[in-house]
Every structure is written in structure tokens, then in C-alpha cells.
């Protein structure tokens, strides 16, 4: 496995933008609509379209609309964000976007792994922890945030909360090898020899 | 101790542990298609990589194919843009191609099991959620997103987290007018849309042991829905008839001794389960999502529960469920009016899916007011289902036949909702906007139901709709 210095991952500090509800799925942050493309070009433009136009049609501003938190490199969200689809194109998007870490209560699987495999981070805190946050980032939106993924814990206002995130996925992040390619090519020989053993490929 | 299927397969294909501490773990079989794979190659020829295991790899159309005429080059210039992007990728890095000319095309989920790719024992990994659908065969096959799709080609291996075992054991045996769809829905509806996060289903039971495997399918597909990556079923004498001459399953002497290798992969008597569930499959009746989550659904015969009732995201979340679907709460799910009525998808789009609908629909007309496609699943679910005349069953009583595409479970080809149409979908998610209208609305439920819904107008029960003598 080769070091990746510049890929390591430690903290993320910035601004943060509240997003709540559970169970916020992929549709949703992407509609499938811009899945018509050859590349991910552009997504950051179609983040939570519908739901921003459907806000706007009732006169209330979606966070991505909202102004107070343009700029942000942080998503508060809350339980099963990312649920559904495996679209990549989901995170890709948020990332486009700018933001670099998202803190949830729990996430879908699928866009855990899309979502760190892009070097984003996803924190899980507890569910008053998050609403404590949302609520702090609503109430003074400039206020800077930091995830800290060494200590294992978010910081913002003067107060800290815990945070985790699953230990492996963690350890890429810290030694810059979130993008796995490089460690999944780096022996093949092993590969090779995974491959001659299973009888489905050896022709029974 | 024994040990799970999910164990043994994992085990198998066990690379080497990652200095992370994830797995690398070698994929058995990789689909793909035309929606996730085109930035995954050129991120190959970015980095000067080629495909590490092209026999090992199948690709596909089906996301954004219309349904109403197959011809090339497509009406829509970036769908006929995705197609040439998969075909010259797959002529580049020689992937195998089931295109639009073959026989052989249709929704991955259901030409991979069609074509015997899909076998006991194997990991399988798919850009697409919905490659749970595979464990029905015993396999261990789960969803990836772009970045790994790219892995997948460039190492046929991922890095992986590794996963609990829960065990479901749907006992007893299914009332007539329920089927697999409601099965799994009164999982989810029971274990929660992200109950599952962290784990592999296995389906076991009397009430899974008597599925075939097109109803197993319909049961792990939808596991991801229920937050499971992954959801299994142990192969058995029913997967071993299924597979027997299948165009990539192994013939003669080769057959039995696959057939003594996937019986070994089952899990042991005496493997030990994270956790288990016991579902009496006779209490089950048939089930209709009222919401925007698969988990948000309730019986026939149920009234829409409403903020005060509580669930899962409290009262806000069925609050805002409610408002989305235009549904007052406590009144009954029977009797809401439909626009459109959708029979098809990787849920329900083979023969059998078909044949229960055409059951519900034979001698019957679509009502006045909807409109009703039934679109197979493959190429030769069409020409089986035509070989038996369902289609001209399905098109006397007004519903449209059309060809083998996912079509409007996510309406990524011309077939969609119109502003807040409402419609009874045999597909998988009822998300906001799912079917192609920002403001469009699903009800999800088995196809039998959905036929039964397109005929009256309105969500009916179809047990008081089926054919003497026949049903589940």
C-alpha cells in the first residue's frame, strides 16, 4: 500500500447547513433524471432540486436555497440519510457542492461506502446530539464546525459531542487510502489465487 | 459451531485483510449497465487501467430504453448517447454486451438469474441497489456505487465492511391473494427502512421453503429497502431444478458436483444469527404503501394511521407523508382512486409476476380513468408470457404491452408520471418524484394488486377479485 499524504483526511472545518428528517433517500438528493449523463459533470447544480422547488412553491427556502448557509462545508443531517439507490451520482453532488463531511444519526449503507470511497466523511452522533447541532447551526449559521475524525468528535460554539464512524472506513480516511484502487490492485498474485480457488471459476 | 452461508461465502472469497481493516473481497460475478459504468471506464482510461476480469463480467441495457419501440438511434439524444458510451466501453475492454439486437437483453436483476449467470455460492456485485435480488440463489450480491464499479473492473475485488447475519423465518403458509411482494413488505413495514443497516437477511421458513425462485427474487430484492445490502436465501432442490440447463450453468457430470458444492454453502444447522425474526406468513394479508418510504405501508384492510399514531420519524414524518400523497388519516387505503397502474420492474417483472396479474385481469376491463402498462422484465419474459397469450389477455382488458425495460419504476426512459398522478406500481420505492413527476405519487403493492387497482379504479382487494381455484 502506497502513503497517500495529501489524501489523508483528519478533520473537516467549516460552516455547516442543517438538514432534518430521517430517511432522506437518494431520489431525493439526486433525481434520477440527471442520471442521464456520461459523467458527473454539473450534478452539484441538481442537489435536492425537487425538494428545493417544491419549498420554494410554498415559500419556504430549502437549506441549500438558504443563504445563511452558502458555503458549507458540512451537512447536519439525521437517522438513515441516503437511503434507497446506490447512485453515486447521490454524493457526488453533495461533494460538488463542497461538502465534506456529513453528521447523521445513521446512514444508509450504499451511500456510506459511495460517500467515503470520495473521501467524504460521515460521523454518526446520537439523535439529541444531532438535534442540539441542527439546532446551533440554525440559530447562528456561521458558526464553524469541525469534524474531527482523530479525536472522534465534533466541535462547534465552545461545546464538543462525540462522534464515531465505523473503524476501518475511519483508518482510510486518517491514512489516505479512502480511494481503494490502489490497494485493491497492489496484489494481484492474491487476486489470482482467491480466483483458482472457487469452483465456479476453476469449471467444477 | 456451524456457520451461515454468508460466512462461508465471505470466507471463500477472502482476499487478504486491508492494513484499513476492511476486507478485499473477490466479486464472483460483475453486472453492469448503462446508468453507473460510463464514468467508472473512463476513470480506467484516466489511469491507464484496463479490466482485470472481462470473463468474469456481463453488461446490459435496461434503465433507459423506451419500451414503446426499440429502434436505434433513441428519440432521446442522451439515452442514445448512454447506449454508444456502453457499447464502445464494452467493446474496449471486451465485456460481454447483451444489447438491444439480443435475445438475451432486459433488467439486469432478471437476465442474470435467466441466463444461469447468477449461481449458489457466488459474490455478486452490481451498480444498482437492487442486485440483492441475486441472493435469492444462495449468493452474496449487494449494490456498489460508481468509484466501485471502477474497483470492481479494475481488481474484480471491493473493500469491504463485514456484515451481521439475520435470520427471518417466515413460518406457516401464505392466505390466497398474498404474495411474495407483501411478504416482504410486512418485513420492512415490521423491521423498519433502515432496520436492516449492517446486516444480511437470510429468508427461511415454511412460507420461504414453498417459494419458487421468481418469488424468492421479489423477497431479497427488496431487501435493500429494508436498509439490508444484502438479503439470502439457502439454495435448495428448488434452485438446483431452476438452474439444470440454463445457457452459463454447468451441464452433465458438472452439474452434480455444483450442485454438492451449493448444498455445502448453506448454511449449517446449528449457525449461530446476530439476531431472528419470526413472521407468521398466514397473518399476513395483502399490503399497500400510503407514504414515501417502503416502511410506510400497512393491509388492505387498514386504515391510514395518522400523526398521532406514532412510528417511525414520530408524527412529523407521517405528517409530511400525508400532505406528499394527498391521504387524510383514518380513512381506509381501499377505495383511494389511481391514475396510472404499472406492472413490471425488477421486483415483479417475470412470468409469474404476469401471470398473477393476467389472472386478475382476464375478462376484465382497465376503468376508464387509468392508465395501466405491463412492461416484462426481459426479452424472454415477453416472449414467454406472449407464448401464452397473457398479452392478449393484458390488451383486451386495455392495458398497454410493452418491451423489456425497468420503464417507470424510476422513469429514466419516456415512461413516467404526470404532475401529481397517482399510481399502484408493482415496483420498489414510493420515494417523492420516484416515477419520474416531482410531484408524482406510488402506492406500492404486489402485481396481482396493481391489476386489481387498474380494473377498479382504485385500490381493491384482490382477494375478492381472483378466479375460483386459482391464486398464491
Known sequence: MSAHADSRIERVTGRALPLPGDDIDTDRIMPARFLKAVSFDGLERHVFEDDRKAGAGTGVTHPFDDPRFAGARVVVTARNFGCGSSREHAPQGLVRWGVRAVVGISFAEIFFSNSTTLGMACVCVSEPDAAALRALVEQAPGTEVTVDLAAQT??????????????????????????????????????????????????? | ?????????????????????????????????????????????????????????????????????????????????????????????????????????????????????????????????????????????????????????????????????????????????????????????????????????????????????????????????????????????????????????????????????WRSIASDPDAVYADCLPLDGGAIAPMVTWGINPGQSLSVEERVPGPADGGPGGGAAIEEALAYMGLEAGQTIAGTRIDVAFIGSCTNGRLSDLRAAAAVARGRRVARHVRALVVPGSERVRQAAEAEGLHEIFREAGFDWREAGCSMCLAMNPDRLNGRELCASSSNRNFKGRQGSPTGRTMLMSPAMVAAAAIAGEVADVRRMLPAGEGA
Not at chain 1, 170 to 196: E, I
Not at chain 2, 90 to 99: G, K, W
Not at chain 2, 215 to 240: H, K, Q, W
Request: aromatic share 8%; glycine share 10%; hydrophobic share 40%.
Open chain 1, 154 to 204: 465534533v466541535k462547534a460554539g465552545g461545546r464538543t459531542w462525540p462522534c464515531s464512524m465505523p473503524a476501518s472506513a475511519r483508518q482510510a480516511m486518517l491514512t489516505g487510502t479512502w480511494d481503494a484502487t490502489a490497494m485493491l490492485t497492489a496484489d494481484f498474485d492474491a487476486v489470482r489465487a482467491t480466483a483458482a480457488r472457487l469452483p465456479y471459476i476453476r469449471g467444477f
Open chain 2, 1 to 261: 459451531m456451524g456457520r451461515t452461508l454468508l460466512e462461508k461465502v465471505w470466507d471463500l472469497h477472502t482476499v487478504r485483510k486491508l492494513p484499513t481493516g476492511q476486507t478485499q473481497l473477490f466479486v464472483g460475478l460483475h453486472l453492469v449497465h448503462e446508468v453507473t459504468s460510463p464514468q467508472a471506464c473512463d476513470m480506467l482510461r484516466l489511469h491507464g487501467r484496463g479490466v482485470a476480469f472481462p470473463d468474469r463480467t456481463w453488461a446490459t441495457i435496461d434503465h433507459i430504453v423506451p419500451t414503446d419501440g426499440q429502434r436505434r438511434p433513441f428519440a432521446d439524444g442522451m439515452a442514445e448517447q448512454m447506449t454508444a458510451a456502453l457499447e464502445r466501453n464494452c467493446r474496449e475492454f471486451r465485456i460481454p454486451l447483451f444489447d438491444l439486437s439480443s435475445a438475451d437483453r432486459g433488467i439486469v436483476h432478471v437476465i442474470g438469474p435467466e441466463l444461469g449467470l447468477t449461481q449458489p455460492g457466488m459474490t455478486i456485485a452490481c451498480g444498482d441497489s437492487h442486485t440483492s435480488t441475486h441472493g435469492a440463489f444462495g449468493s452474496i450480491a449487494f449494490g456498489i456505487g460508481t468509484s466501485q464499479v471502477r474497483d470492481v473492473l479494475a481488481s474484480q475485488c471491493l473493500a469491504m465492511e463485514p456484515l451481521r447475519v439475520r435470520r427471518i423465518d417466515v413460518t406457516g403458509a401464505l392466505p390466497r391473494g398474498v404474495y411474495a411482494k407483501d411478504v416482504v413488505l410486512a418485513i420492512i413495514r415490521r423491521l423498519g427502512v433502515n432496520g436492516g443497516v449492517g446486516f444480511a437477511y437470510e429468508f427461511g421458513g415454511a412460507v420461504v421453503d414453498r417459494m419458487d425462485m421468481e418469488e424468492r427474487m421479489t423477497l431479497c430484492n427488496m431487501s435493500i429497502e429494508g436498509g439490508a445490502r444484502v438479503g439470502y436465501v439457502n439454495p435448495d432442490a428448488t434452485t438446483f431444478a431452476y438452474l439444470r440447463g440454463r445457457t452459463y450453468v454447468p451441464a452433465g457430470d458438472a452439474f452434480d458436483r455444483a450442485v454438492t458444492w
